[in-house]
């Protein structure tokens, strides 16, 4: 079983690659389409979804050493990293801050209950990271995964239109917003404008990891506790 929903899920995301690099538009964007498919495919087997998570743990667990090859890039742009740390940390200190506040100001808003909200609070980091925190502040890591997709899909897709119309130029400032906007599809989009722009969208989807992780042992807890 393990196996099966690996290779089925392999398969289906590279199918969805390859669509969305041929007609590269929104709805062909893989981390969108590759979920749909696969829930048509599992609703079909008649495979729950927590059945599915269970087989395809293996891709789950490969998140957390993907993550850390991203320090490749980081260590051949060291110099130009060092010389705008000071920067970098303000900025992705902040961008954790408006993510965590306005998840729950929204929340509150519409009236959500405890445990959707402590597991839509970390939507803006990377897979492995959320579940943590999720798992720390009482969430649903299930329903944290689902949203960590969604933000990271439409921050992907969003991202670009935010960048032309605020007419960012720098490679810093674009690679900083892809990545805390919308963390590794963010990363993944940034490499469209080039290696120094994914750089510091690898810099700025670690950092809020990291910043959101004490964030979860400190400030959220306070947070929903109001």
């Known amino acids: 079983m393990t196996l099966l929903f690996t290779i089925i899920t392999y398969l289906v995301y590279r199918m969805a690659k390859k669509a969305y690099s041929k007609w590269a538009i929104p709805v062909f964007q893989p981390l969108l389409l590759a979920p749909i498919v696969l829930i048509g495919l599992i609703s079909l087997m008649h495979v729950t979804a927590n059945q599915y998570l269970e ?22 742009h060291l110099t130009i990293i060092k010389k705008y740390m000071g920067t970098i940390i303000v900025s ?18 519409v009236h959500l209950k405890y445990d959707f909200i402590t597991s839509i609070l970390p939507r803006s980091i990377t897979t ?7 798992r720390e502040i009482g ?15 439409i921050g992907a897709v ?18 900083l917003a892809l990545g805390m906007g919308a963390h590794g599809a963010g990363t993944n989009k940034a490499l469209d404008y080039g290696e120094q722009e994914a750089t510091f969208s690898s810099l700025a989807m670690i950092f809020a990891a990291w910043i959101t992780l004490i964030w979860g042992f400190s400030l959220i807890p306070v947070l929903i506790g109001i």
């Open 158 to 175: 969003v991202g670009p239109m935010v960048i032309r119309w605020l007419s960012i130029k720098t490679p810093i400032a674009k690679g």
């Open 92 to 109: 992705i200190t902040a961008g954790t801050l408006a993510a965590i506040f306005s998840t729950y100001s929204l929340s509150k808003l």
């Open 139 to 153: 969430g649903v890591p299930t329903l944290t995964t689902v949203f960590v997709i969604l933000t990271g899909v």
């Open 128 to 134: 492995p990271f959320a579940i943590e925190v999720s």
């Open 55 to 76: 087989a395809s743990k293996w891709l789950t667990h490969m998140l957390g050493p993907a993550t850390v090859a991203f320090a490749i890039p980081i260590y051949k």
